[in-house]
Structures are given as structure tokens and as C-alpha cells.
């Protein structure tokens, strides 16, 4: 899980609807676009909005309380470089015994079968199992693609759309832009919560260079990180 839980955005052009409705156009940063499809996934799925500068609304700041914090920008670094997608961290994590392939498949088995919202021409039934995404980097002839990169699916989801063969099952764009990033995030997600867990935090928002370097001496053995 994310720690953001909201983004900074723009208010742009607005129009009235037939219903009395306001359809407003909002521009988000282009630094937080990955949150923004973390965290608003559905079109139709209730937001709530408030202004980051109370005045400006015309709001009285006396009576009116609006959380804000600093941001961090290591934090923030991190998520651009994917810096929790990098598969020579879930290596580390493996090794140094933090995160293994084993506890990502158990934990991928037990979510709901992620076929319902990239197949829903097909109907979910049997036991959600981990379907390995396949590439041309981590599998080959006989090699099957490490637990990583495992999406949970039901029993029909797996052998008629991700095996199938036929109309309506997944296609070459089905697997490597819909099913290898869902994996990879699945991935970075829970590396994310062990890094936290490791280093003590409880957002990533607390983290520091001190802590970072702490935490990749740990597992690396040496500093890898590139950030200042």
C-alpha cells in the first residue's frame, strides 16, 4: 500500500451540467502520476477536494483546520527512480532473508483474483492461484519467471484467459502493459513495507540519507543509491 494519500493538483475550467452539477477539470503534477493511478483507480470512485492555501479560497484559517507537511524529497526521489521496482533490491531482500519469494507468492495467493478487473468478460470460479508474468528478461526455455512476478487469478482466469488460447484470451498487449506492471507493483509494494519494517518507519515520509545508507549497508553490504 501507498503511503500517499492525496496529490498535489490545479483546478482548471469548470461547467455547469444539465443536473446543476459542476464538471471541473483538475491538472495533476506530472510528479505524482504514478500516485494518481495508485490511488484514483476507478473513473467513477468519490474523491474529496480542498485547497492547499486556505486564504486564497477565501476560507478562514482560524476555523478551518488543513493538515500540511513538508514534503519529503528523498522520499519523492524514491518513487520516481522506482527505486522499490528495482529487482536487484528484491534480490538484496531475499539474500539478507527480509523478503523472500516464497512469502510473495503466499501473499500474492491470498488477494482477490485481479482477472475481474482486467477480464471482465470472463467469469471468476475456482481457487486464486499466482500466475507467473512471462518475459523475454526473467524466463526462457524450461525457466520459469521468478515468484516477482506473480498476479493472483482464479482457476478460470488463469487457464482460459492467461493460458487460453483463443478468441477473448489474453493478448501480447494483455500481459506485458496490463498484467507485468500490476505484478511489479504488487512486488514494489510489499518491498516497501519490509523496507519501512526494516528501518523502523511507519511512512516514507520519516525517511532520511542516514537511515537510506543504514538500510542498503544492511543489505548490500555498501551504498548504492545515487541520492544526495
Not at 503511503?3 to 444539465?18: F, L, N, Q
Not at 477473448?168 to 510489499?190: C, I, M, Y
Request: net charge negative.
Amino acid at each position: 500500500m501507498s503511503d500517499v494519500v492525496a496529490i498535489s493538483a490545479s483546478r482548471g475550467a469548470y461547467r455547469e451540467t444539465a443536473d446543476g452539477s459542476l464538471e471541473v477539470k483538475i491538472i495533476i503534477d506530472p510528479r505524482f502520476k504514478d500516485d494518481f493511478h495508485r490511488i484514483f483507480r476507478e473513473k467513477d470512485m468519490r474523491v474529496a477536494l480542498a485547497p492547499l492555501i486556505p486564504k486564497a479560497a477565501g476560507l478562514d484559517i482560524h476555523t478551518t483546520e488543513i493538515a500540511t507537511k513538508t514534503p519529503n524529497r528523498l522520499a519523492q526521489a524514491m518513487h520516481l527512480d522506482g527505486y522499490f521496482r528495482n529487482p536487484k533490491l528484491w534480490t538484496g531482500m531475499e539474500i539478507a532473508e527480509v523478503y523472500k519469494q516464497d512469502d510473495h507468492k503466499k501473499y500474492v495467493e491470498t488477494l482477490p483474483c485481479c482477472g475481474t478487473k482486467f477480464a471482465k468478460h470472463i467469469n471468476c470460479d475456482g481457487d486464486v492461484v499466482g500466475h507467473h508474468v512471462k518475459t523475454s528478461a526473467n524466463s526462457g526455455v524450461g525457466i520459469k519467471p521468478p515468484h516477482w512476478y506473480l498476479v493472483p487469478l482464479c482457476h478460470n482466469h488463469h487457464m482460459t484467459w492467461a493460458h487460453g488460447s483463443h478468441a477473448g484470451s489474453a493478448t501480447h498487449e494483455d500481459r506485458h502493459e496490463v498484467l507485468l506492471p500490476h505484478a511489479v507493483a504488487l512486488t514494489a509494494n510489499q518491498m516497501k513495507v519490509y523496507v519501512k519494517k526494516l528501518i523502523g518507519i511507519s511512512s516514507l515520509s520519516e525517511i532520511t540519507i542516514e537511515l537510506l545508507n543504514t538500510f542498503e549497508e544492511e543489505i548490500f553490504g555498501e551504498v548504492v543509491h545515487k541520492y544526495e
